[in-house]
């Protein structure tokens, strides 16, 4: 695994330096783990989940090097590890100082959170959210149904968007505890190993004290918390293509046909090289969002959807590539190239499809230009 940061030195500062020696450290740990199993307790382990739910100033650069390591070595845990940030992002950045009290606890991985924005008919379309939550008494009473939501089954709250009747704004965020009356979790089963499942809310009674900031800020604390994560997706993936280049390369290298090594196939070297060319394309992208969002203040919501889109669909064609100079032995089950083929699918769709990121990008190119 290379996770290099020293020949990309004006994309990094020397914490990243020693970052990336504690997680090329940690790597043998996560490539040890079988799917899910042991995933969360590992990221609490290591220390890790400091990144995603941190004390201090937000460090994405951090949480790509993280993201890369974990997509290399188990796609898994790098999911549980991005959600249990998308899942408390809200708290810190609106909280009360009650509600932030519980991130420590978070941040050490003693719990887990999860985010629950998407619903059956509030997909791509988030201001379609149908969630209501209704002032009664002392609290709210949310009922509704939440979809495709990742760390259901080990989370213990969630931060749930949805709709305060009657208010002017209404999408609105709260702090709810998965084991309350009426909520229901119903587990779903990915194409990859991934903790997700469905959330129902049937009149669930919260405090108006598990709201997260102020009636009508829902949006914009789902939109914040996608913005900060969305271009590590990106690095998960670079992460995955770059598992999926070693391992053509091994066996590449071990395999004869037609009397010589595969490796030794023009073909085969052209089809490598274009592999070689999408991974650091798609690293270069990545690192120039996070870079650009650690240290400007200038909106980059741009690049970022550039990173996203670029690095997951290079990240596809480079592991589909692995699976074909893998022959027949890249599609059998539990061929690490398969499990790749598998784990990379859902990364064009989270977190903002393929199709949502080009929307994003050619609005942007085209009101730039009027
Ligand atoms: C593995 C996984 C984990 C997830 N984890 C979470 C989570 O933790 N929390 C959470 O809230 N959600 C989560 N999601 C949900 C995810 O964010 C949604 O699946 C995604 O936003 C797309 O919504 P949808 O599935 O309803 O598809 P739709 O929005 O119905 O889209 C279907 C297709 O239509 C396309 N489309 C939609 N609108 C347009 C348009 N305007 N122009 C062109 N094409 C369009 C889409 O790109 C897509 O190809 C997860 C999903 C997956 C697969």
Redesign the pocket.
Known sequence: MQLSVDDLPMFFDERHRLLAARLRAAAPRFLALEGEEGAAEALAGSGLFDLVVPEGAFDTRGICLAREMLGYTNAAAD?IFA?QG??THALGAAGSSDQRSVLPAYRRGERIA?????E?E?????AAIATTAVLDGHGYRLTGE??????LGIADHATVIARVEGADKPLTAFWVPLDAPGVTVRPLT?IAP?P?GALSLVNVRVPVSARIGEVGQGMRLALGTLDAFRVSVGAAAVGMARRALDEAIDFVVERKQFGKRLADQPLVQALLADMVVDLDAARLLVLRAAHKKDTTGERVTTEVSIAKLGATEAAQRVIDSAVQLFGGRGVMAGAIVEHLYRAIR?LR????????Q??IIGRALTQEST
């Not at 999860?114 to 998407?118: P, V």
């Not at 509030?122 to 988030?126: C, L, P, Q, R």
């Not at 769709?349 to 949502?356: L, V």
């Open positions: 999911s959600v998308l899942g999860a985010f629950a924005l998407t059956p509030a997909g791509s379309d988030v939440k979809l495709f939501i990742s760390n990915a991934h997700i859902p769709i989270y977190e903002g499809t393929s199709e949502i080009r929307t």
